[in-house]
């Protein structure tokens, strides 16, 4: 993609990758844009297949992997009429490919890549970086695939054209390289010689390392390694790369876990980011056996003080009490979490409040103290978003301790509390005299809805209420995974 093509989706670069957050909070804008496409330019129109690209964007970052690759079908079908909308169309057929693969179709994703990046030849030239855009999610694709030897070429041409060319998105390239070679054995250094690249391309390989990280991923670890070796001799321990790659490598939660914690918490005491570095020192207090753990809270809970805000007070004295209760210590875990849910009041975010609530009303119930945990919940579920997870335990809690029992880990109860968060997640989003009724409930391992309608939906009503439900059930299918 030149500077004029459209932004396309995929692991592609730093840039695109960031419109993906954006896009899964405004799946409706892109659908809404959609409508207006079609009213004022007609279906099948250039301008109408440029709005489905966007809304398969959104599709693709709220996980609506197969939908989003059936939008971008349907927009590079559209017959290209001049030759923005030619360089368009590479782009939805790239989009297609990168969508088809994250929903694991990879010989359909293979075969659109593959007839994309022929056509970029065709349209740029095998030097423009238009091509190399092409190549890298070939390249991507092959090595997710396995076919590492295949992969190789693939990725060093793109590597050299988009360095011949200057272009921002080399860091890509190298970071995939790099895992092509990580996922291929032999020793091979990951990166080579770095040094004739500016200080900003080598800041961009550690942020689309960071992006490409994935637990699930061998290769992740040991590419984060060799990224962050790159990162602080280039350009220092406490450069923003540095620390975010260290991080990324912390969050992994391999045995270079509590390393990682403790330099990323040196950084920030050097630099006097008092705020990150409680941060930093929650997440190590985590990571510690528990008396190593307690002084860290212990010191965590001085710098909260120090720097005067309620929530981070809160915050504190939530992950310390629950320390404390997996420890056996009931007393000082129910002064903590009572502490951290009256700083929660006097703070201003009420998901500081709601998690410090849950936490004590589940301890309370726990401890057979129902009607106390009852009404510590319910405050707490109050002041949440019913999708959040805590708010989902807690909920589970409170239907559990209604029918008089001290625990609701129990999945029959965790699987009621994620249906009715479902239900509310959709009653929130739609007219609220649309419904007769909404039931929702959990049946071999995914949602069952069944929806009564009060009146007749109005004109786009069908259109937003299935792209409610879907949604709804991408969301929540992910959290009944989990």
């Not at 921002?168 to 080579?192: H, K, M, N, T, Y």
């Not at 280039?234 to 990324?248: F, I, N, Y």
């Not at 006097?346 to 849950?358: C, F, I, K």
Request: proline share 4%; aromatic share 6%; glycine share 10%.
């Amino acid at each position: 993609m030149t500077r004029g093509e459209r932004v396309g989706v995929g692991r592609l670069s730093a840039s695109e990758r960031a419109v993906l957050p954006f896009y899964a909070v405004n799946t409706d804008a892109a659908l809404a844009g959609l409508q207006r496409a079609t009213v004022q330019f007609g279906h099948g129109s250039v301008e109408w297949a440029s709005a489905m690209c966007d809304f398969g964007n959104a599709l693709l970052g709220t996980g609506q992997h197969d939908r989003a690759a059936d939008c971008f079908r349907q927009a590079a079908a559209v017959k290209p009429r001049d030759h923005e909308s030619r360089k368009d169309r590479l782009t939805y057929l790239t989009n297609q490919g990168v969508a088809l693969s994250w929903a694991g179709r990879h010989r359909e994703a293979e075969k659109v890549l593959r007839r994309g990046l022929k056509e970029r030849l065709t349209f740029y030239g095998r030097e423009h970086a238009g091509y190399a855009f092409g190549l890298e999610p070939l390249a991507e694709l092959l090595r997710r695939r396995g076919k590492l030897r295949d992969a190789r070429p693939v990725a060093e041409e793109a590597v050299a054209n988009l360095s011949r060319n200057g272009h921002e998105r080399l860091a890509s390239a190298l970071v995939l390289r790099a895992a092509i070679i990580q996922a291929a054995g032999g020793g091979e250094p990951l990166f080579g010689d770095l040094r004739r690249l500016p200080d900003e391309v080598v800041a961009e390989v550690g942020l689309v390392a960071v992006q490409m990280t994935d637990p699930d991923e061998p290769v992740s670890e040991p590419l984060l390694v060799a990224t962050i070796a790159v990162l602080d001799e280039r350009l220092g321990p406490d450069h923003q790369a540095t620390v975010r790659a260290l991080s990324a490598l912390a969050n992994l939660g391999g045995a270079g876990r509590t390393e990682a914690i403790e330099r990323v918490f040196a950084s920030y005491e050097r630099q006097g980011r008092q705020e990150d570095a409680l941060t930093a020192e929650l997440a190590l207090a985590l990571a510690l056996a528990p008396e190593a753990a307690f002084r860290r809270y212990e010191s965590a809970h001085a710098r909260a003080d120090r720097i005067g805000r309620p929530e981070l007070r809160s915050q504190v004295l939530r992950n310390w009490g629950l320390a404390l209760r997996d420890a056996g210590q009931a007393g000082p875990a129910e002064q903590r979490l009572t502490e951290a849910m009256h700083q929660g009041r006097l703070g201003s975010d009420n998901e500081t409040l709601g998690r410090a609530a849950v936490a004590l009303g589940v301890f309370l119930q726990h401890e057979e103290r129902l009607d106390e945990a009852q009404a510590v919940l319910q405050e707490g579920l109050a002041a949440m978003d019913p999708a959040h997870p805590d708010a989902i335990v807690g909920r589970s809690h409170l239907g559990a301790a209604r029918d008089g029992h001290t625990c609701g880990c129990d999945a029959g109860y965790l699987s009621d509390s994620l249906a009715n968060a479902f239900r509310e997640f959709v009653l929130a989003r739609l007219p609220a005299d649309l419904f007769d009724r909404l039931d929702v409930s959990i049946a071999d391992g995914d949602f069952q809805v069944e929806v009564g309608l009060r009146r007749a939906p109005a004109d786009g009503e069908i259109d937003r209420l299935n792209e409610v439900f879907t949604t709804a059930h991408a969301e929540f299918r992910q959290r009944l995974r989990r």
